[in-house]
């Protein structure tokens, strides 16, 4: 079955990049995905990358995708405090309809 | 602002009681699923709604039961319900992209 797996915790310092890491194991998987979200409420979609693409840029957000490695990651350049939140990567397959597989959440603390 | 609603924000339940909970999306989205998301954990899939019909089913038992409107509005039923079905339960319409703000069933 899929599997995301993402690192729990991430620390920088205002103003630094942040890299938030993921992995997934199905091969079939046609788009990924980044959601934020923050204390207390629902999931916002930051950004998505369709499987044949290696890269995606959307303002501060990088988006890398090496398909070989099954490995996902989300830079943010210059973070910022209002950027500490959790962050979802998740995917859907060709053989998953429109359901979402999501990873356990990397929670990005941001430090003055 | 996604334009999807949910209510209510938040319940209490206790052991074996039924619950329904409501997602309201923006027209013209005929997809709506539902997500449960634990503490701690990522959303899990629960089903998915296409044209007031069910349109695949993640691996949850029967006592959850959905239902979609022509006004695209949907709700969630859950009966009998566990005290492991506390969590934070989250609407998804157009293909997940939208999230509602979710609600917080707790079952005590």
């Known amino acids: 079955g899929e599997d995301v797996e993402q690192s729990l915790f991430l620390s920088v310092r205002e103003g630094d990049s942040s890299v938030i890491n993921c992995t997934y194991t199905d091969s079939s998987s046609t788009y990924l995905y980044w959601y934020k979200q923050e204390p207390g409420a629902g999931l916002q979609l930051l950004t998505y990358?369709?499987?044949?693409?290696d890269m995606k840029q959307d303002q501060r957000l990088t988006v890398l995708l090496n398909k070989k490695d099954k490995h996902l990651s989300l830079r943010i350049a210059d973070t910022q405090t209002g950027d500490s939140a959790i962050y979802f990567c998740?995917?859907?397959?060709?053989?998953?309809?429109?359901?979402?597989?999501f990873g356990t959440g990397t929670q990005l603390k941001v430090e003055l | 602002e996604t334009g999807v609603t949910q209510s209510p924000t938040h319940l209490i339940k206790t052991r074996g009681q039924q619950v329904t909970l409501r997602c309201s999306s923006q027209?013209?989205?005929?997809?709506v699923s539902w997500y449960q998301q634990a503490l701690g954990q990522g959303p899990q899939f629960i089903f998915q709604?296409?044209?007031?019909?069910?349109?695949g089913r993640g691996n949850f038992p029967p006592r959850f039961s959905g239902l979609q409107f022509p006004n695209y509005s949907s709700e969630l039923n859950v009966n009998a319900l566990e005290l492991d079905d506390s969590a934070l339960y989250l609407c998804?319409?157009?293909?997940?992209?939208?999230f509602g703000p979710g609600t917080r069933l707790t079952v005590l």
């Open positions: 027209s013209g989205h005929n997809t």
């Open positions: 990358i369709f499987s044949n693409m």
């Open positions: 998804a319409s157009a293909t997940a992209q939208y």
């Open positions: 709604y296409y044209r007031e019909e069910e349109n």
């Open positions: 998740a995917e859907t397959s060709t053989g998953g309809g429109n359901k979402l597989t």
